[in-house]
């Protein structure tokens, strides 16, 4: 079965710092998602992966996937107060069920 | 406009009403699924169909129902609902293959009482 984890659960930042989410999936694949939610909103797409090594960047967010270790990361460069959300990472199943991690939550203060 | 639409976006009943959430997508996507998110717990998968007629469980499936009859519409059903499925719930389309990403509807929020 499929799981997905992400962390950290949560994340404070300070404005103009870097940091990085982690999303580790548990079996083969090579199609990895990004999502962002904002309070009380829907889940937007921000990033598809897919394949070993692609890299995706989109201002200060930047994901990678590592297939080999089946890993993703999530890169926030210079962080502003706007990217404040909770981001979910999701991964496809062998039958193209998509899972979900539990979320980062994303404060950034100024 | 391509979208997923949902409703009712909140609702308020009693223990043991039957209720149905309705889904709709227009953009001719074979897959639809649903979830629930509760804080702490992220987004929980229920139900989800890869396409007319073709439905299967998630992770929390227990009182729920779902039916897929037509490509567009998706309802989530709870015969019964109990307290503890009060919750946010999404749900959401793809085409299968090509490697989309999912897209969401706005949720509907859900008390149970």
């Known amino acids: 079965e499929l799981k997905v984890e992400q962390n950290p659960l949560f994340l404070s930042m300070q404005e103009g710092k870097n940091y990085t989410i982690y999303c580790n999936y548990s079996?083969?694949?090579?199609?990895l998602y990004w999502y962002r939610q904002d309070p009380g909103k829907s889940l937007e797409s921000l990033f598809v992966?897919?394949?070993?090594?692609a890299v995706k960047q989109e201002g200060r967010l930047m994901a990678s996937l590592d297939t080999k270790a089946r890993l993703s990361t999530l890169h926030i460069t210079a962080a502003v107060h706007d990217l404040s959300a909770t981001y979910f990472c999701a991964v496809d199943s062998f039958n193209n069920d998509m899972r979900f991690g539990a979320g980062t939550r994303l404060t950034v203060k100024p | 406009e391509a979208q997923v639409t949902q409703n009712p976006r909140y609702l308020i009943t009693v223990t043991g009403k039957k209720l149905t959430v309705t889904c709709s997508q227009n953009?001719?996507?074979?897959?639809m699924s649903w979830y629930r998110q509760d804080p702490g717990l992220g987004l929980r998968q229920i139900y989800y169909s890869m396409n007319v007629e073709v439905t299967d469980k998630g992770d929390v499936p227990e009182g729920y129902k779902v039916s897929r009859k037509e490509k567009r519409n998706f309802p989530l059903i709870l015969e019964s609902p109990s307290p503890n499925q009060t919750s946010l719930y999404f749900c959401?389309?793809?085409?299968?293959?090509?490697?989309?990403?999912?897209?969401f509807g706005d949720g509907t929020r859900l008390s149970i009482l």
């Open positions: 953009m001719n996507h074979e897959y």
């Open positions: 079996t083969t694949s090579d199609r």
């Open positions: 959401a389309s793809r085409p299968t293959g090509g490697y989309q990403p999912q897209h």
């Open positions: 992966l897919l394949s070993n090594g």
